[in-house]
């Protein structure tokens, strides 16, 4: 494996852990948005076919990504793809911290 596709699973366990289970559906649909959107439309067109809408991209993934066992995996798949530094910005950015306890804590979107 290269260094390149080396991650640091010790930050992952961290970022996942000071997640709160309500925040996980903002986490994914936010972190997917951004896969998505850094795809080359060939992979797009692999993942949805020929013709398809991109949004099916993201559809695919928040389903795939919808199980908790796969949380951890998206944090991961984030970082590899999008890099730990863009992928901590991004989490940063929904300000996880200033959320309430009001939301469902399922997993499964709105």
Known sequence: MSDSNLIDLDLVDKVVDLIPPYAWSMVRNSLVANLVDSMPSTVIEKLCGPGE???KAEEYLI???NEV???PELIADSFKILGAENTLHILDSLQLDKLQDNAPSSIDPD
């Open 69 to 71: 066992t796969t949380l």
């Open 63 to 65: 389903d795939y990504y």
């Open 53 to 55: 809408d991109p949004d």
